[in-house]
Nanobody, 127 residues
Framework: VQLQASGGGLVQAGGSLRLSCASSGFPFSSYSMSWFRQAPGNEREFVSAISSGGGATHYSDSVKGRFTISRDNAENMVYLQMNSLKPEDTAVYYC?????????????????????WGQGTLVTVSS
């Protein structure tokens, strides 16, 4: 199993980044996918989730309206489009997979609900 997050970098406040997570080694279309982030000195926190079929999405209040999660089941990819970035968005961003078919989907913000994790990609937003 592999989850490879990429797309992080340094961006000015107000800018945009698109994170990608390439997945392999498990039946991607049966897994809901999420993004979490961890800022220095903070606990890892939930950012966004998408159901296995892509029909449902969920966002934390801190990113709602600015971030968009999407997925491509044909390519085993999940994305996080981040717009209007703020310095407080600075963190290492992780993708995570949770075995949960579309019909049973409900978003989970709890790390222990997730089966697989990627290695993280650093996003730095300068003021």
């Amino acid at each position: 199993v592999q989850l490879q997050a990429s797309g992080g970098g340094l961006v000015q406040a107000g800018g945009s980044l698109r994170l990608s997570c390439a997945s392999s080694g498990f039946p991607f279309s049966s897994y809901s996918m999420s993004w979490f982030r961890q800022a220095p000195g903070n606990e890892r926190e939930f950012v966004s989730a998408i159901s296995s079929g892509g029909g449902a999405t969920h966002y934390s209040d801190s990113v709602k309206g600015r971030f968009t999660i999407s997925r491509d089941n044909a390519e085993n990819m999940v994305y996080l489009q981040m717009n209007s970035l703020k310095p407080e968005d600075t963190a290492v961003y992780y993708c995570a997979a949770r075995l949960l078919i579309e019909s049973l989907y409900s978003p989970s913000t709890r790390q222990y609900d997730y089966d697989y994790w990627g290695q993280g990609t650093l996003v730095t937003v300068s003021s």
